[in-house]
């Protein structure tokens, strides 16, 4: 996690010399949120992400209880340009749902995709792009630990996609099946000090009877060039499902390639209450290549 939510970006913007591309010298993941950085893993690069969850639901008011696991995975390539990325993206979940209701008590087992899309996002602003300020003051400590006021003005990249929900899909609302659109703007602000706020507003499912809007507001803070913490808050908006979803956790870097994380999640209403426990893993396979510049010599 670099230029994506995490400490390694900014422990590249904060303490090595400042590099303007979408390219890191680690990983760049999205975990172990589930925000979407507004920066791109870089051209030629192949990235894999996954995880495994626990679900523990408890729906008092209608009496029911879910328990299972499920898996979310993310597969990202930087393609053609360091602003552009494709992606497919998932959760898998298989759980147990049990009615608590003494007049009608029954169990059911289910497995299906929660989520599967596949689309693209592209980075149209970056404020850290050629920002000659931005250099280290050779000559000032304070200098380059002041608060810098282009610090508030954020990165910006869009994403659009595409839905695939399968016939009679438990997790989905009635009659949702087949392809839907799905579009996001996504922000990124980089400040002094290891800190890094992220934000998603997404438009999921456009034109069937159940969209919904979602944002998930992420910050993170490193305090080594191993080890982020992170906090995050995702709303959903709909009339099959609503929540304000919590998450805290961290990762740690094991290799420049190679990334380890862990968080849970949980919300303050019992329409149904949740609680999850999940880990996960991220890991690049890096084919980048610097394009060289041609200086007329």
């Not at 693209?120 to 300020?133: G, I």
Request: glycine share 8%; with cysteine; hydrophobic share 40%.
């Amino acid at each position: 996690m670099s230029k994506s939510k995490s400490f390694f970006l900014v422990f590249i913007f904060c303490f090595a010399q400042i590099s303007y591309a979408q390219y890191t010298e680690v990983i760049n993941s999205n975990r172990p949120g589930v925000s979407k950085s507004a920066f791109s893993v870089g051209t030629n690069v192949i990235q894999l992400e996954l995880g495994g969850f626990t679900v523990k639901e408890e729906h008092t008011p209608l009496r029911y209880e879910v328990e299972g696991f499920g898996v979310d995975f993310s597969a990202r390539y930087g393609l053609l340009f360091e602003e552009l990325e494709i992606n497919i993206e998932g959760i898998y979940q298989n759980d147990t749902f049990r009615s608590l209701n003494a007049a009608i008590p029954f169990e059911d087992t289910r497995s299906n995709f929660k989520q599967f899309a596949l689309g693209a996002k592209y980075l149209v602003y970056d404020p850290y792009k050629n920002a000659e300020e931005d250099k280290p003051n050779l000559y000032s400590y304070h200098a380059n630990r002041q608060f810098k006021w282009k610090s508030l003005i954020p990165a910006v990249a869009v994403y659009a996609g595409a839905n695939f929900d399968s016939k009679d899909n438990p997790y989905t609302p009635p009659g949702i099946e087949g392809f839907s659109p799905k579009v996001m703007v996504a922000t990124q602000n980089n400040f002094e000090g290891g800190w890094v706020f992220v934000m998603n507003f997404i438009k999921d499912r456009i034109g069937t009877d159940y969209s919904d809007f979602q944002y998930i507001l992420t910050l993170t803070h490193s305090f080594s060039p191993q080890w982020v913490i992170f906090g995050e808050t995702q709303g959903i908006k709909s009339d099959f499902y609503a929540d304000n979803l919590l998450r805290f956790g961290g990762a740690y870097l094991w290799t420049k390639d190679f990334q380890l994380d862990a968080n849970i999640a949980f919300n303050t209403k019992d329409t149904p209450s949740v609680f999850n426990i999940a880990f996960g893993a991220s890991y690049r396979f890096d084919f980048h290549q610097d394009k060289e510049i041609d200086n007329g010599f």
